[in-house]
């Protein structure tokens, strides 16, 4: 009995170190921000199919059928896993051209992101003009619930 009183605190300390490991956290790594247009995305595939190429990469649209757009490249990180159904990207922004903070839900068509190079837009007349570039911006991976897994900020937004 006593050997068993010596060896369980034992353990749970050890238990307490290796979880973090195992079970990481998700985290973004915003790896651009650029305006693209339709013809960024096309490639030959597209041409004899029809249908967009996508090569390994995940497109979130705010507007789906509207491909021009200002996009967040986004590396998904941590434990391998799918998202809950009905998981959303929401974005918040300010730019020059309007100092009130807007935001906006993307949908995620691909549950499956992690790995992958995800382009997450704000497109069609969520984001009309190419010239604009957010000051201060917020992206959020929310579950169905709305609440965050996981997010990554601006400088500024934070201020």
Known sequence: ?????????????????????????????????????????????????????????????????????????????GAKQELPIRSQWILDWVTSADPVSKTQKVPITDLNLFGKEVFVGLTGEHWPDRSLKPLAWRLRLCDGQGSTLASNQSFLWSK
């Open 1 to 77: 009995m006593r050997g068993i009183i010596i060896v369980l605190p034992t353990i749970l300390i050890c238990l307490s170190f290796i979880n973090p490991f195992c079970f990481g956290e998700l985290k973004l790594e915003v790896r651009n921000q650029e305006f693209f247009t339709v013809y960024d995305f096309k490639r030959i595939p597209e041409y004899f199919t029809g249908r967009e190429y996508t090569g390994g990469k995940v497109y979130c649209r705010s507007k789906p059928k509207s491909r021009d757009g200002f996009y967040f490249v986004v590396k998904v990180g």
